[in-house]
C-alpha cells in the first residue's frame, strides 16, 4: 500500500475551524462526546482525513457514522482502545468535503464505564471555516429520541447499541430540513417524573442543568459529566421536548422499590383502568415543573411539547400541565403538537419507531417549527 507522506497529526485545539456538535465541557484534549447527535464537524480540502478515536466500555459500545457532505457514508462499531479510524481517502484533493463524525449512541447510563473521546485528526489538507447555521434547536427525549430501533430488523429484540441511531432519526431529518444547528438530551426509558418502571430517578428534568448528569461513575465524572451546563455558551430558538411515552408506561408497570430506602413507588391505575387522580397530578406537576426550569435556561426559545409517536395517553395531562402553566406565567411561547403515531408500516425494530416513523414525524415538526421561526 502506497502511504500519504503529506499528512500530519493536529491536535484539536490546534484546528481553529473545528465545529462541535452537542453538549460538552470546555476540554477539547481530548474532547468528550457525550450525547447521541454529538459531533465534531470540519471542511476539509485535501485527499485523505483520519480521526484518532478512544472508545471505553464495560457493557454498551459506542458506535459512529460518518457523514461526507451532509450524506452518511459508513457507521461503525468502536471497539475498546484508542486508534485511528479513516474518515475518507484518495478524494480530489482540491475539492472542499464537508465532514461530520457522528456519535450514534445515546449517552449510557447503565453503563459507568462507556465513554467515546476524540483526540486528534490526521490529514493532508487544510481545514476551512464551517459555516454557522441560521437556526439552533434543543430536542429533549426517551428512547425515540436516542433513536432505539430506528435502525435494524422488525425482528431483533437485543437492547443493544446496534440499534440506536442518531442519523435515521427524527432530529436529524428535522434539523436538516430546517438548516438548523441541533442537540440532543436522551435517555430511554426516562420520562418526566419517572421511568417505564416507575423508577422516580429515571427522569430528565433532574439532570438538565448537567452537562451530561445522568452519567453515572468515576471515569464520567472525572470527564465533567456532572459539571454545570452554561446555558450561555448555546442558546436555542426552539426547545422541543418529545417525553410522556415512559410515565404513561409507569402505570402499567409493576412497583419500583429502592434498593437503598425500601421505599416502593408505583403509578396506579383505578379499578376501571383509568389513571388514578393523584398520581396523574403528580405527572402533571412534573411537566409544569419541567417548563419552568427550561425557560429559565432558555429565555427566548420557543418551547414545544411533541407528543405521540408510540401512542398519546397522556396527552390531556399534557395540555392541562402546559395549560396551567401558559395561564399562571402568561408565556405564549410554548405549544404543543400530536406526532404521527407509528404504524405496522413505519415500525422498527424493538417495536420502537422506525425510519419511516421518523421520517413521517420530522416532516409534521419542522414544517411546524418552520411556522415558528420562518
Known sequence: MISNENLKVYALPEIGNLKVHGRTTGERSPLTLFWTGSAVE?????????????????????????????????????????????????????????????????AMSGDPGCALQIHAVKSDGAFLPVQEKPYKIEFIGDSITSGEGAIGAKAEEDWIPMWFSAIHNYTFMTAEALNAEYRVISQSGWGVLTSWD???????????????????GERN??????????????????????????????FQSPEWKDPDTGKVY???????????????????????????KLRKNNPAAHLVW??????????????RAVDSYTKGTGD????????????EETVGARTHPGELSHRRTAEVLAEYVRGMIG
Request: aromatic letters at 10%; proline letters at 4%; a negative charge.
Open 198 to 216: 416507575n423508577n422516580p430517578k429515571g427522569n430528565i428534568p433532574d439532570y438538565y442543568e448537567q452537562v451530561c448528569g445522568l452519567l453515572t
Open 332 to 343: 405564549r411561547k410554548v405549544t404543543i403538537i400530536q406526532l404521527p403515531d407509528t404504524t
Open 306 to 319: 411533541a407528543y405521540g409517536m408510540l401512542g398519546f395517553p397522556m396527552m390531556s395531562a399534557i395540555y
Open 42 to 106: 470540519l471542511n476539509v480540502q485535501g485527499s485523505e482525513i483520519w480521526v484518532e478515536v478512544e472508545s471505553q466500555y464495560d457493557m454498551y459500545e459506542s458506535w459512529i457514522s460518518i457523514l461526507i457532505n451532509g450524506v452518511p457514508v459508513s457507521r461503525q462499531m468502536l471497539t475498546a482502545g484508542r486508534y485511528w479510524v479513516c474518515v475518507f481517502r484518495g478524494m480530489n484533493a482540491d475539492v472542499v468535503k464537508n465532514v461530520r463524525i457522528v456519535k450514534d449512541v445515546q
Open 266 to 292: 408505583k403509578q396506579r391505575l383505578n379499578e376501571d383502568g383509568t389513571y388514578h387522580e393523584e398520581d396523574l397530578a403528580a405527572f402533571e406537576k412534573a411537566v409544569e415543573q419541567f417548563l419552568f
Open 221 to 250: 465524572g472525572a470527564l465533567g459529566a456532572g459539571d454545570e451546563h452554561d446555558f450561555g455558551s448555546w442558546q436555542p430558538d426552539v426547545v422541543v421536548v418529545n417525553l410522556g411515552s415512559n410515565d404513561g408506561g409507569a
